[in-house]
């Protein structure tokens, strides 16, 4: 949503394990690899280069096999017409979270945080089947020892006694959003918004950040943003589409209902319980979302 007014170009996930060579030549080794400035010179240089739209393509034809040429050309070509309009790079990274300080004090990068309330997260990552392998966070010395100490012990815990998804997905909630909210209160430049807000009002939700990001939340962007979200979208969309965009964003904040059994629910509630004031007001919690009043136009 925010590169369709035509002012930015979109760079998916380089902290993605499987990210493109080409796209950031640096390895990813762990989900969530925690960047600062003790670790920084194998990251540094490579993440410079993605922000000016460096592509490598000899990288990507090493690491990557001949099947992945078309790929590579997109990408080279995305870059290489960025680069020539002067477009700003806007890195969407949900695995970059715990290096949220080093992108903004070192590479003076503008950052904006969704929240999601855990009962939603939680039944999107059961609905997907996706687990989590918190042996990634235990990998890295420096990420627990400075962020994730207060959560060592549940952590070693899930490593050696897997529990099911809904214990995953709360314990994985806790510890992204209570660190979300040291960001928040340490760097006050950080925007933070909540996904159901965005649902709710799309066009006001997005004409804020635009501002915030200072750009032009034009025409273009207003029919990008409504289309991606109104009534007339599906209420859900299919698992094995996962990153689609076009969805009827107010009918998807109730999605959980159906997704998560009452038992579950109530898991999710207890077990973020000492996070999810820091977002969500009591009823918020209780209920999920308290879905508001529904607004339209813009300010």
Not at 69 to 92: C, M, N, Q, W
Not at 167 to 185: D, E, M, N, P
Not at 224 to 235: A, C, F, H, L, Q
Not at 250 to 259: D, E, I, P, T, V
Request: proline share 7%; glycine share 4%.
């Amino acid at each position: 949503m925010l590169v369709a007014g035509g002012q930015a170009a979109l760079i998916s996930e380089p902290f993605n394990r499987f990210h493109p060579t080409g796209v950031m030549r640096a390895p990813i080794r762990a989900l969530y690899t925690y960047v600062c400035n003790e670790n920084e010179a194998e990251y540094l240089g490579p993440m410079r280069e993605t922000l000016a739209y460096r592509y490598h393509y000899w990288a990507q034809l090493r690491s990557h096999p001949a099947k992945d040429i078309p790929r590579a050309v997109r990408d080279a070509t995305g870059f290489l017409t960025a680069r020539i309009a002067g477009h700003s790079p806007l890195l969407k990274d949900p695995f970059a979270l715990f290096s949220i300080p080093w992108f903004a004090e070192r590479l003076h990068c503008q950052v904006i945080v969704v929240v999601r309330h855990p009962v939603a997260f939680a039944s999107s990552l059961k609905r997907l089947d996706w687990s989590f392998e918190f042996g990634d966070l235990l990998a890295q010395p420096l990420l627990m020892d400075r962020l994730l100490s207060a959560f060592r012990g549940e952590i070693e815990l899930m490593y050696r006694q897997p529990a099911d998804l809904i214990s995953q997905a709360s314990l994985l909630w806790r510890v992204i959003y209570a660190t979300v909210a040291r960001f928040q209160a340490a760097y006050p430049q950080i925007s933070v918004v909540r996904h159901e807000d965005l649902s709710v009002d799309p066009l006001r939700g997005f004409q804020q950040l635009y501002a915030a990001l200072g750009l032009s939340f034009n025409a273009r962007a207003q029919r990008v943003v409504v289309g991606s979200s109104t009534e007339d979208n599906p209420r859900e969309l299919a698992p094995g589409d996962p990153h689609a965009v076009r969805l009827n964003s107010r009918a998807n904040l109730q999605n959980w209902k159906h997704r998560l059994r009452p038992e579950e629910i109530e898991r999710v509630l207890v077990a973020t319980r000492d996070v999810v004031p820091l977002f969500y007001s009591d009823m918020e919690q209780d209920q999920g979302f308290a879905l508001p009043e529904k607004r339209s136009g813009l300010t």
